[in-house]
């Protein structure tokens, strides 16, 4: 089953996923897609590690920038072949995929790919969720309420979020919306066109 939990910058929606894994699961691995660029952003993903493994729950931390498709194959076959030997599957968290979004639209830009490379990519990470037995949580930023960004990269990365967001929001059996710490079901009282 996948989950997709969205929210804006500092809502909480990080916060509500890692609670969620608590509350129905044993164990979890983390798949952090952040890089570290700066000093600041290192000692950042050193706080988050380290509330992690002063939480109480089993964590295993994977950090994959690109290959998250490729990862989740990987860990389905692990997973597999553990809870063969009757051992609960532990519960995979992405955070997140606006910043694996990030990390390929640099790359497109730095190695001159085609921006067509984008769509494949989401494809197949969608695809990938779609095929992962386990549980598994998604998190993303909502980038579509703030301001219409004033150069192309900026716009372009907030058109492809929102693509990536809706169509992951289309495979998850369940999408959370938090705002102010505050989580929200979203897809049990989404309107539906026969209701008309």
């Avoid at 939990?5 to 929606?13: I, N, P, W, Y």
């Avoid at 509500?16 to 000093?39: K, L, M, N, P, W």
């Avoid at 998250?68 to 955070?95: A, C, F, H, M, Y």
Wanted: glycine share 8%; proline share 4%; charged share 30%.
């Amino acid at each position: 089953m996948a989950i997709l939990v969205t929210g804006g910058a500092r809502s909480g929606k990080s916060a509500f996923a890692e609670q969620y894994a608590y509350r129905t699961g044993e164990s979890g691995i983390y798949i952090a897609t952040c890089q570290a660029y700066d000093e600041e952003m290192r000692d950042r993903i050193g706080r988050h590690r380290r509330d992690r493994d002063e939480s109480g729950f089993l964590w295993r931390t994977v950090e994959e920038p690109f290959e998250v498709d490729r990862l989740l194959i990987k860990l389905e076959l692990e997973i597999k072949e553990d809870t063969s030997r009757g051992n609960q599957p532990p519960i995979v968290l992405l955070d997140c995929l606006t910043l694996w979004l990030t990390n390929w639209m640099l790359r497109v830009e730095a190695d001159g790919l085609n921006v067509s490379r984008l769509e494949e990519e989401s494809e197949r990470l969608l695809q990938a969720v779609r095929e992962y037995s386990y549980p598994l949580i998604l998190v993303t930023n909502e980038v579509g309420s703030g301001i219409v960004p004033s150069y192309p990269l900026g716009r372009q990365f907030r058109d492809a979020a929102g693509r990536l967001n809706q169509q992951a929001a289309a495979v998850c059996d369940r999408v959370f919306l938090v705002t102010a710490g505050i989580p929200v079901e979203l897809k049990s009282q989404a309107f539906r066109w026969e209701q008309l």
